[in-house]
């Protein structure tokens, strides 16, 4: 019998599969907690699938479809599991191969790529872009049958996610264009009883069932992440490899856990008890950006949140990431960002 989970226990959830994933290195947690927080990963829209063979569907490019299923969100992110049967996924222009994708698997495409669900591999069909805008008043999750060839024998749930690209997410500038979480070989299923108890809870139409969906679905992203990570090998570079690296690991903990501070090279070298040199390399190399530059990136990162708050002046935000003065975090921030920090605070409503 399925349980129902309360928000609580996702919350709880997540912080067992971060830890599992870094395990004793909390350094590195709070790290990737406080992107996904700073980027404002949020749940969005969910279509329950069940299909008959043969099947084609296609998910459109987010480019597309994306400011229909979630009004000004910086990226939507498509996220596919696998219920019941198999199929092919192919996906469109983004350099990989087509995949096999059975029972409790976990499909994401980060940059929002089009792709297409088939049993016969090869087969085609254009996308219905009608499809991907939510009636108005509909409860979530969206029942959608495909096929009239027989009785459905797949089901297949997709999520969509929202979160922030700008003025910085280095979480998503790391993530490939397909990212893959198999089924662990032990048969852990916990996602799709997860799916399934937030289907049941949405059924029965109780309150805040919408929110339970959307915190499932952001859930679901980082114990893909989190398998995806556990997939990397010992040599891999980038951002997450970085989380794991002990001494880049503890850099970027000191970056976040303490933004506004007057970080210099020799000062995180030192404390990542590493020469400046190889410090700067090893650095550069595994993140893909010099330590200063990330440093004023994620600042940047910081201040655009604080910018939003109708109550705290320009000068205020400036000291809250570093800066002695306005003028120089309004260079800072324009050289960065691209405009000035009265204009991005402009363009969006206080408090979003």
């Not at 992203?221 to 990397?232: G, M, N, P, Q």
């Not at 570079?237 to 970080?263: F, K, Y």
């Not at 109550?311 to 400036?318: D, F, K, R, S, T």
């Amino acid at each position: 019998m399925l349980a129902v989970f309360s928000v609580g226990i996702f919350s709880q959830i997540v912080r067992t599969d971060l830890q599992t994933v870094f395990g004793r290195r909390k350094r590195a947690v709070d790290v990737l907690s406080d992107v996904l927080r700073a980027v404002r990963l949020t749940g969005a829209v969910f279509f329950d699938f069940r299909a008959s063979e043969p099947l084609r569907a296609q998910t459109p490019s987010m480019a597309l479809v994306g400011q229909r299923l979630v009004p000004g969100a910086g990226q939507v992110i498509p996220f596919h599991i696998m219920m019941r049967g198999r199929c092919w996924v192919e996906a469109i222009d983004a350099g990989v191969p087509p995949l096999e994708f059975h029972e409790g698997d976990i499909v994401v495409y980060p940059h929002g790529h089009g792709h297409i669900f088939v049993t016969n591999l090869g087969d085609r069909v254009a996308p219905d872009l009608d499809a991907y805008r939510r009636p108005s008043g509909q409860p979530l999750p969206i029942m959608v049958n495909l096929g009239d060839h027989g009785p459905p024998v797949l089901r297949f749930v997709c999520g969509y996610l929202a979160c922030d690209t700008a003025p910085f997410n280095p979480l998503l500038d790391a993530l490939p264009s397909q990212v893959v979480a198999r089924r662990p070989p032990e048969g852990n299923h916990i996602e799709v009883d997860l799916i399934y108890a937030a289907v049941i809870e949405s059924e029965t139409h109780r309150p805040g069932g919408e929110a339970i969906l959307a915190r499932l679905s952001e859930l679901l992203f980082v114990r893909a992440i989190r398998r995806f990570i556990e997939t990397l090998p010992e040599n891999s570079e980038g951002w997450l490899a970085g989380l794991r690296d002990p001494h880049i690991g503890r850099a970027l903990q000191l970056i976040h856990g303490d933004p506004a501070r007057n970080w210099t090279l020799e000062g995180l070298a030192r404390e990542c008890g590493m020469s400046r040199a190889v410090f700067a390399e090893r650095f550069a190399r595994m993140v893909g950006d010099t330590p200063m530059r990330y440093l004023a990136r994620w600042r940047m990162q910081v201040a655009s949140h604080l910018l939003f708050q109708p109550n705290i002046a320009v000068e205020a935000v400036a000291e809250q990431v570093g800066y002695r003065s306005e003028a120089s975090f309004s260079r800072a921030f324009k050289n960065i960002v691209g405009t000035s920090p009265g204009s991005w605070r402009r363009s969006r409503p206080s408090g979003s």
